[in-house]
């Protein structure tokens, strides 16, 4: 059993940047693979950004690519969305999940765990 609880949320004007954390219990979390979600109203949760177990593969929506960074400290059970460049259309919860089931996670469908989420506001 994983938990995960996401921190770092807030409201920040376009250009700005923020990090948010996850924060895993459990002592097997360097085993799962990592990502993050979002969710804005209306619309279908979707893939942001992944890392696996080890932090050597990572991959990222084309519409962060470039501006988000995912990154990893398995001693510390936590991993990081670095979000600079933020747009309004960035406006979301964000989600954490991780798997054992894949060596990235890149579908919702995938994940063995979810975070509650954080809110991330953009303002134009």
């Known amino acids: 059993q994983v938990q995960l609880v996401e921190s770092g949320g807030g409201l920040v004007q376009a250009g700005g940047s923020l990090r948010l954390s996850c924060a895993a219990s459990?002592?097997?979390?360097?085993?799962?693979?990592m990502g993050w979600f979002r969710q804005a109203p209306g619309k279908e949760r979707e893939f942001v950004a992944t890392?696996?177990?080890?932090?050597?593969?990572?991959y990222y929506a084309n519409s962060v690519k470039g501006r988000f960074t995912i990154s990893r400290d398995n001693a510390k059970n936590t991993v990081y969305l670095q979000m600079n460049s933020l747009k309004p259309e960035d406006t979301a919860i964000y989600y954490c999940?991780?798997?054992?089931?894949?060596?990235?996670?890149?579908?919702?469908?995938?994940?063995?765990?979810w975070g509650q989420g954080t809110q991330v506001t953009v303002s134009s």
């Open positions: 999940a991780a798997t054992l089931s894949t060596i990235v996670l890149l579908t919702p469908v995938d994940a063995n765990y």
């Open positions: 459990g002592r097997t979390f360097s085993s799962y693979a």
């Open positions: 890392i696996s177990w080890s932090g050597g593969s990572t």
